[in-house]
């Protein structure tokens, strides 16, 4: 696991892949406004990948409501009726985890921000460990395709609200 | 003397150095990666015949499919009933290694009265266990 506290530097195959999609997204906005007047402005939607029918994701630890005692924790990352796969990787019924700490839900159309609030584990990483500071956070799980894209429909968590106490 | 002592250093770097070669059929693992059963927990009692819930935990490393290669990953492999098998080779398929090729991260089964073992063990994009090989400590439950 690359991440052992709650980061806030996404590693360089992430930017590489920012970059990749920074490149991309330019590279479709020009042809939008190329086409602009006579199209629909559909530049902004990324293409996402199909999820299979009872797919679910959900955090087998901690339980909602829990007190965390010191700040540090493991999250174990469930999934059923799908499987994980790393990033860049196009294997049918698979995504990689995301992890939002103290925020809702991003775009379900586009790429899932990369930040302290929006872990990625493009490793296939199932156990996630992270540190956060005494006070209430919520921890919502939402998978991600091989490009960082939201499935269709969506494949996410419950969001759930825990609290750190002080040691 | 000095003879006996070359020739002793000799013996055991040829033998490490076997032992290297058999160990390396397999991916590498990363450093303190390790794989756990998340549940049920060890000594447990499952409903006999009826489908019960196992989750696979991994530390330290990542979940892949089978045949993706990509450093520090495996998929993960449930031995039911079964001590590990040889380290150096492909992870049999029966219904006594159940493969998770999909990049499943929990199961379902269901087991006959009795005692029963399980066990994690992570095998790379061919199968192989990695070198260290990763596994979970063997729990026994008992069904009823």
Same mark, same amino acid.
Request: with cysteine; proline share 10%; glycine share 8%.
């Given at each position: 696991?690359?991440?052992?506290?709650?980061?806030?530097?996404?590693?360089?195959?992430?930017?590489?892949?920012?970059?990749?999609?920074?490149?991309?997204?330019?590279?479709?906005?020009?042809?939008?406004?190329?086409?602009?007047?006579?199209?629909?402005?559909?530049?902004?939607?990324?293409?996402?990948?199909?999820?299979?029918?009872?797919?679910?994701?959900?955090?087998?630890?901690?339980?909602?409501?829990?007190?965390?005692?010191?700040?540090?924790?493991?999250?174990?990352?469930?999934?059923?009726?799908?499987?994980?796969?790393?990033?860049?990787?196009?294997?049918?019924?698979?995504?990689?985890?995301?992890?939002?700490?103290?925020?809702?839900?991003?775009?379900?159309?586009?790429?899932?921000?990369?930040?302290?609030?929006?872990?990625?584990?493009?490793?296939?990483?199932?156990?996630?460990?992270?540190?956060?500071?005494?006070?209430?956070?919520?921890?919502?799980?939402?998978?991600?395709?091989?490009?960082?894209?939201?499935?269709?429909?969506?494949?996410?968590?419950?969001?759930?609200?825990?609290?750190?106490?002080?040691? | 003397?000095?003879?006996?002592?070359?020739?002793?250093?000799?013996?055991?770097?040829?033998?490490?150095?076997?032992?290297? &070669?058999?160990?390396?059929? $397999?991916?590498?693992?990363?450093?303190? =990666?390790?794989?756990?059963?998340? +549940? @049920? %927990?060890? *000594?447990?009692?499952?409903?006999?015949?009826?489908? &019960?819930?196992?989750?696979? $935990?991994?530390?330290?490393?990542?979940? =892949?499919?089978?045949?993706?290669? +990509? @450093? %520090?990953? *495996?998929?993960?492999?449930?031995?039911?009933?079964?001590?590990?098998?040889?380290?150096?080779?492909?992870?049999?398929?029966?219904?006594?290694?159940?493969?998770?090729?999909?990049?499943?991260?929990?199961?379902?089964?269901?087991?006959?009265?009795?005692?029963?073992?399980?066990?994690?063990?992570?095998?790379?994009?061919?199968?192989?266990?990695?070198?260290?090989?990763?596994?979970?400590?063997?729990?026994?439950?008992?069904?009823?």
């Amino acid at each position: 696991m690359r991440r052992t506290n709650v980061p806030a530097v996404p590693n360089p195959s992430s930017i590489a892949m920012m970059r990749l999609c920074a490149t991309r997204a330019v590279s479709r906005a020009v042809l939008a406004v190329a086409i602009a007047g006579a199209a629909l402005p559909l530049a902004a939607f990324a293409e996402s990948t199909a999820s299979p029918p009872g797919a679910e994701e959900y955090i087998i630890w901690p339980p909602d409501g829990a007190v965390i005692h010191g700040g540090k924790l493991w999250v174990r990352m469930g999934l059923r009726n799908m499987g994980v796969c790393p990033k860049g990787i196009v294997f049918p019924n698979t995504g990689h985890h995301h992890l939002l700490i103290d925020t809702d839900l991003p775009a379900l159309d586009q790429e899932i921000p990369s930040d302290r609030n929006h872990l990625h584990f493009g490793a296939g990483e199932t156990d996630a460990r992270i540190e956060l500071p005494p006070g209430k956070h919520t921890l919502q799980l939402i998978l991600g395709d091989h490009n960082h894209v939201p499935h269709t429909p969506p494949v996410y968590s419950k969001k759930i609200t825990i609290t750190v106490q002080k040691d | 003397m000095y003879k006996l002592i070359a020739v002793a250093a000799l013996v055991v770097s040829a033998i490490g150095g076997a032992a290297d &070669f058999a160990a390396a059929a $397999g991916a590498p693992s990363p450093h303190g =990666a390790y794989a756990y059963i998340g +549940y @049920p %927990n060890d *000594g447990q009692v499952v409903p006999a015949n009826k489908p &019960f819930r196992v989750w696979f $935990g991994l530390r330290y490393m990542g979940v =892949a499919p089978k045949g993706v290669k +990509y @450093p %520090n990953t *495996g998929h993960h492999h449930l031995l039911i009933d079964t001590d590990l098998p040889p380290l150096d080779q492909e992870i049999p398929s029966d219904r006594n290694h159940l493969h998770f090729g999909a990049g499943e991260t929990e199961t379902t089964i269901q087991l006959p009265p009795g005692k029963h073992t399980l066990q994690l063990l992570m095998g790379d994009d061919m199968h192989v266990p990695h070198s260290p090989p990763v596994y979970s400590k063997k729990i026994t439950v008992i069904a009823r």
